[in-house]
């Protein structure tokens, strides 16, 4: 059986407002500004948890957001529950950047 094609389409990123760099010791809440379809996220120092139901993560639960891998494409939308960060161990940050793709 051939493997069936797969089309991928290049879709420029817009950076909407200026980049933040969350410190996480404690659950924060990540803004996404208006006009924002996509985050751009990524861990330095430490590992961080990132829950997307509104919920507070724990250093065990919820998404791991590994440091030194690369930014992670978060796709945001309107009456979306706000993203919340936590560090898994002390001196983390996630440094974030929202954008808007073209649709």
């Known amino acids: 059986m051939a493997n069936p094609t797969v089309n991928v389409t290049y879709k420029p990123l817009q950076p909407v407002g200026s980049h ?5 010791s404690s659950a924060t809440p990540i803004t996404v500004p208006s006009g924002a379809n996509a985050l751009l996220i990524q861990s330095t120092g430490q590992n961080v948890r ?3 139901d509104g919920v507070a ?3 065990g639960v919820g998404f ?3 440091a ?5 494409l978060l ?3 309107p009456g979306m529950a706000v993203p919340i960060a936590l560090q898994e161990t002390a001196t983390a940050t996630l440094e974030v950047q929202a954008v808007s793709q073209p649709n």
């Open 50 to 52: 990132l829950r997307l």
């Open 20 to 24: 933040t760099s969350y410190s996480v």
């Open 64 to 66: 791991q957001i590994r």
């Open 75 to 77: 796709p945001v939308f």
């Open 57 to 59: 993560p724990t250093t």
């Open 68 to 72: 030194g891998d690369p930014p992670v």
